[in-house]
DNA sequence: TTAAATGCAAATGATTTGCTCTTGG
DNA sequence: CCAAGAGCAAATCATTTGCATTTAA
């Protein structure tokens, strides 16, 4: 996890990748938070440690990141970007009262074998296998209001 | 399929949801639709047949179908709400160049029994799977440009 | 040195909302 | 008839972009 972070400026020198500050403390904040927070919540926790961060750098570096590979933005129901440092195969356990999304690994619940070949001659990838419920805090917190869907 | 809109009718009738022309209109769109349309594609497809339809009214009616339990609003990677009004439990085809997005049922891909009770006091409630890849119509078109993800 | 990255502010695009008018039951 | 629903336009919210300035290598 901190290990990381090593791991990704090795990988930037020897990309030839320019790693400034703020690169570096927006990969941090996404490998260190396992909510998979959004670009504004990366911009929050940023803020005040990186002086003078702007909104535009953190989504112009989360889309960079992204296209080169260290980091996966997740789906959502909501529309809202989530981001995602974890690039070993795993499953989100996704609140659909508060909207966090936490990590699960193969070990609890084992995805299906991915298939050759789709129907309707579609070519599969790879799985997105989301598990979509109440998590602990909230149900700790009970029904407050009239829970609607 | 077509018998949806019957359903779907009486369905209202019986809990005394006023159906409008445009109510029927927007939920029949999406149950002819298996592309999971976006508002605005729902927009674009009635603008003829229901003539003053307001981009508002297709926002506000699927918020409503959403409520009510009519559709669902999938999830997406790129952030813009696309809905299924195929309730019964299914994957999602992901092709990730044209966003395009098949349902297919669980006698192509078994989805894995959902346990009771998920790790970290979390409640499962049900499964969302998504297998991502090439679509077709993609796959035949080439590789046109160069593929970064 | 210098191309790439940043900050700021303005622009964009999807979605929502206030308010008035229309309409289904 | 009359409250729920629709239309219009303005507002909002997340995200993107243009441009002048800064900075890693």
Redo the contacts between chains.
């Keep these: 996890v901190a290990r990381w972070c090593t791991i990704f400026s090795q990988e930037c020198r020897r990309r030839g990748i320019r790693l400034t500050a703020q690169r570096l403390a927006i990969y941090r904040a996404l490998a260190c938070d396992a909510t998979h927070p959004t670009a504004d919540a990366i911009y929050a926790a940023l803020r005040e440690e990186v002086s003078g961060l702007s909104r535009a750098t953190v989504y112009r570096m989360l889309e960079s990141l992204?296209?080169e590979?260290f980091v996966r933005?997740?789906?959502?129901?909501d529309?809202?970007?989530r981001y995602d440092a974890n690039l070993v195969p795993h499953q989100h356990?996704?609140?659909?009262q508060c909207r966090s999304i936490?990590d699960?690994g193969g070990e609890?619940?084992?995805?299906?074998e991915?298939?050759r070949r789709?129907?309707?001659?579609?070519?599969?990838?790879?799985?997105?296998?989301?598990?979509?419920?109440?998590?602990?805090r909230c149900?700790r917190s009970g029904e407050r209001r009239g829970d609607?869907?």
Excluded: K, Y
């Design positions: 992204q296209l590979g933005r997740v789906s959502t129901v529309g809202i970007a356990l996704v609140c659909r936490l699960t609890w619940l084992r995805p299906p991915l298939p789709g129907p309707a001659g579609f070519i599969p990838e790879m799985l997105d296998l989301c598990i979509i419920g109440i998590c602990a149900r609607a869907n």
